[in-house]
Nanobody, 124 residues
Framework: QVQLVESGGGSVHAGGSLRVSCAAS????????MAWFRQAPGKEREGLAD???????SYADSVKGRFTISKDNAKNTLYLQMNSLKPEDTAMYYC??????????????????WGQGTQVTVSS
């Protein structure tokens, strides 16, 4: 079955960087749409970035220019490099898989498989 396991979260000061990872198994990792989401307490889950099988990516305006999504097909691992972190980036970060093409918008409802999340905390 499809399994997604995030790692790499932690605490960092504002302006710092973190990279979170998502190890995938149980499906053909390289051929489907992968994405990163986050959810802060009391807020809706927010789509941050997605990456399709051709290596094309898209980003939410809130993270464009600061975050970079990438993958290593040989390792079945998805990454999110986060730079210039701000306190408002504090949230639980989730990776998600959609066993189909990426859609125009990064919406949680379009993704059927989720990891358990990894916490990112940015202090001012």
């Amino acid at each position: 079955q499809v399994q997604l396991v995030e790692s790499g979260g932690g605490s960092v000061h504002a302006g710092g960087s973190l990279r979170v990872s998502c190890a995938a198994s149980g499906y053909s990792f390289s051929t489907y749409c992968m994405a990163w989401f986050r959810q802060a307490p009391g807020k809706e889950r927010e789509g941050l970035a997605d990456l399709d099988s051709e290596g094309r990516s898209s980003y939410a305006d809130s993270v464009k220019g600061r975050f970079t999504i990438s993958k290593d097909n040989a390792k079945n691992t998805l990454y999110l490099q986060m730079n210039s972190l701000k306190p408002e980036d504090t949230a639980m970060y989730y990776c998600a898989a959609r066993l189909d093409y990426c859609r125009y918008a990064i919406r949680a409802a379009d993704f059927g498989y989720w990891g358990q999340g990894t916490q990112v905390t940015v202090s001012s």
